[in-house]
């Protein structure tokens, strides 16, 4: 798998079409971090970075409960500890710039885990 980080990545489009990519029985694309400047993109960001980590057949029935709105989202991630923390690691709340880069550069740096071949990908920021 490729991984994939994704800037100004807004509630996620463009990762999950790589994220859909298969190459054969597998995902072709990880996504390693999404960051996003505003909370409720994010808050999406980080529900399918979730959701993701489950396959199809084994996708909690707490997570359909939270998109039918029977229970909150915060109780799904306490069902579910290891895959909340995996996802809040991914999904970032972040604004870019300049002064920022540094720390930009390090979440990306830790994402990557050594990956020395890997896809940045993003939207350009957009206005309503």
Do not use: H
């Not at 190459?23 to 808050?43: C, Y």
């Amino acid at each position: 798998m490729i991984p994939v980080i994704d800037i100004f990545a807004g509630p996620g489009g463009l990762g999950e079409g790589f994220s859909a990519f298969m190459n054969g029985e597998t995902s072709a694309f990880k996504i390693r971090l999404s960051l996003e400047k505003e909370v409720n993109a994010q808050r999406t960001l980080q529900l399918r970075a979730f959701f993701r980590q489950f396959l199809k057949a084994d996708l909690p029935e707490a997570y359909y409960q939270v998109l039918r709105g029977k229970i909150e989202v915060a109780e799904l991630y306490k069902l579910y500890p290891t895959q909340a923390n995996s996802a809040a690691r991914e999904a970032v709340q972040f604004t870019l710039s300049e002064a920022s880069w540094v720390e930009a550069e390090a979440l990306i740096k830790n994402a990557l885990n050594g990956a020395r071949e890997w896809l940045l990908i993003g939207g350009p920021p957009c206005q309503a």
